[in-house]
C-alpha cells in the first residue's frame, strides 16, 4: 500500500485553472494517445444511496462550483474531441436495479454491435459503458453480500474500479485495513476489477511511478465535496471539520486525484479492455446463443419456421439500414445547420462534460 508521505510533491498537482479535467496536464505521450483521434466515454457509478456518488462526479467534472467557467485556449481544441459521459446509479437488495444495470451494459453493446455491422460503419456513436466506479461503504468492515453479488454481475461486461466512498471518515489506518480487507475479498470471490496496465518501459521515469502508485492506492478511498472553503488562505474544494479542513483535491489527505488522474491517463486503456475483452466477449456471446452472422456482418436472428427465407431478410436488412442512414444523414445535416446558425450568432461554445 502506498503512503502519503512516500508521494512525490507536486505529482498529483490540480491544473491551475479549475475549468476543467485536466486533459492538457497531461503527460505528453498520453495526452497525444488520447486525444489523437477523438472518442466518447462513458463512466458508471454504482453504489448504495447516500454514499456520494454524485457530489462525486460533480468534483471530478467541476459540474457545480463553476457552471459557467471558461475553458483556457489550449484545452479547447480537446475538449471538442473528448466526450465524456457520467451516470451515477443506486444500487438496492432484492437484485431489481441489478437487471436495470446488466441490462443497460448489454444494449449498449448490442447497439453498438447492430451499428458496426449497419452501412454507415465510420459514424458509429460509441455509448458502451467503458468505466464502472464501483462505491464501497465506509462503515462496513469489507465487501457487503450485495458488493459481491454486484461486482459478479457486472465484472465480464465493464471495467469494474472499486472506490472506498466518504474517507474522511476512517483514519488512515483504517483506510489502509479496509483497502486490503476488500482486496483480499475481491480475490477470494473471483471478482475481476480493472488492471491498470505497466508503464511501458519507454515512458518516462515520472509516468513510470505514478502508474506505480496509482496502482498501489486500489481501491481508491475518496472525498468528494459540493463546497469550497478557504485553506492556508487559499479556496479549495473540501469539507469543514471542527478540527481543520478536508481538502478533495490534495493527495495527502484522499484518493481523489489519483482516481481522477487513473482515469484520465488509463482513457485509451479502458476503451482498449472495452473493446477488445468486454464487448469480444458479448459479441462471441451473442453469436453463440443464436443468429448468425449475415453477408454484411449483421447478426440475424435464428430464421423463424415461418417467415422470409435469410437472403430475403438480408435484402429487408440492407433496405432497412440504407433509409436508417438516409434518416441520420438528414437529422446530421440539420444539426450541422443548426450549429452554423449558433456559431454565427456568436455561442458556439463547447460543452465540456
Ligand atoms: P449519492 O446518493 O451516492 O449520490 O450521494 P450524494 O452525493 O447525494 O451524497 C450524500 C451525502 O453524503 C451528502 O450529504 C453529501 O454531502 C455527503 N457526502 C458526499 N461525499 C462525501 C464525502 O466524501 N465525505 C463525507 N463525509 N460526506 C460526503
Redesign the pocket.
Known amino acids: 500500500m502506498s503512503q502519503p508521505d512516500k508521494m512525490k510533491q507536486g505529482q498529483f498537482s490540480n491544473p491551475e485553472t479549475p475549468g476543467y479535467v485536466g486533459f492538457a496536464n497531461l503527460p505528453n505521450q498520453v495526452h497525444r494517445k488520447s486525444v489523437k483521434k477523438g472518442f466518447e466515454f462513458t463512466l458508471m457509478v454504482v ?10 462526479i460533480n468534483s471530478l467534472f467541476l459540474t457545480d462550483l463553476y457552471p459557467e467557467r471558461v475553458i483556457p485556449g489550449a484545452a479547447e481544441k480537446i475538449e471538442r474531441t473528448v466526450q465524456i459521459e457520467a451516470s ?1 446509479v ?1 444500487i438496492e437488495e432484492r437484485g431489481v436495479k441489478l437487471q436495470i444495470i446488466v441490462g443497460y451494459i448489454d444494449d449498449q453493446f448490442e447497439r453498438y454491435l447492430h451499428d458496426e455491422s449497419g452501412l454507415n460503419r465510420r459514424h458509429i456513436v460509441d455509448n458502451r459503458v467503458h468505466c464502472c466506479f464501483y ?1 464501497i461503504s465506509p462503515l462496513g468492515h469489507g465487501l457487503k453480500p450485495l458488493d459481491v453479488q454486484f461486482m459478479k454481475a457486472i465484472h465480464n461486461k465493464v471495467n469494474v474500479v472499486p472506490v472506498i ?5 476512517l483514519t488512515l489506518r483504517e483506510r489502509e485495513r479496509l483497502k486490503r480487507r476488500i482486496l483480499d475479498e475481491i480475490d477470494e470471490h473471483g471478482i475481476k476489477i480493472y488492471h491498470l496496465p505497466d508503464a511501458e518501459s519507454d515512458e518516462d521515469e515520472d509516468f513510470k511511478e505514478q502508474t506505480r502508485i496509482l496502482k498501489a492506492s486500489i481501491p481508491f478511498a ?5 463546497q469550497q472553503i478557504e485553506a492556508k488562505g487559499k479556496k479549495v474544494r473540501g ?1 469543514l471539520y471542527p478540527w481543520g479542513v ?1 481538502e478533495v483535491e490534495n493527495p495527502e489527505h484522499n484518493d481523489f486525484l489519483k482516481l481522477r488522474i487513473m482515469l484520465i491517463t488509463h482513457m485509451q486503456d479502458l476503451q482498449e479492455v472495452t473493446q477488445d475483452l468486454h464487448y469480444e466477449n458479448f459479441r462471441s456471446e451473442r453469436l453463440k446463443r443464436g443468429g448468425r452472422l449475415s453477408s454484411h456482418g449483421y447478426i440475424l436472428p435464428l430464421s423463424p419456421a415461418y417467415g422470409p427465407e435469410p437472403e430475403e431478410m438480408d435484402k429487408d436488412m440492407i433496405l432497412q439500414e440504407k433509409e436508417a442512414e438516409l434518416r441520420r444523414m438528414q437529422e446530421m445535416i440539420a444539426k450541422m445547420q443548426a450549429q452554423m446558425q449558433k456559431q454565427g450568432d456568436g455561442e458556439g461554445e463547447g460543452q465540456h462534460v
Open positions: 453504489g448504495e444511496s447516500g454514499l456520494g456518488k454524485s457530489t462525486l451515477t443506486e462505491f466512498a466518504k474517507a474522511d471518515t475518496v472525498v468528494g465535496s459540493n469539507r478536508v
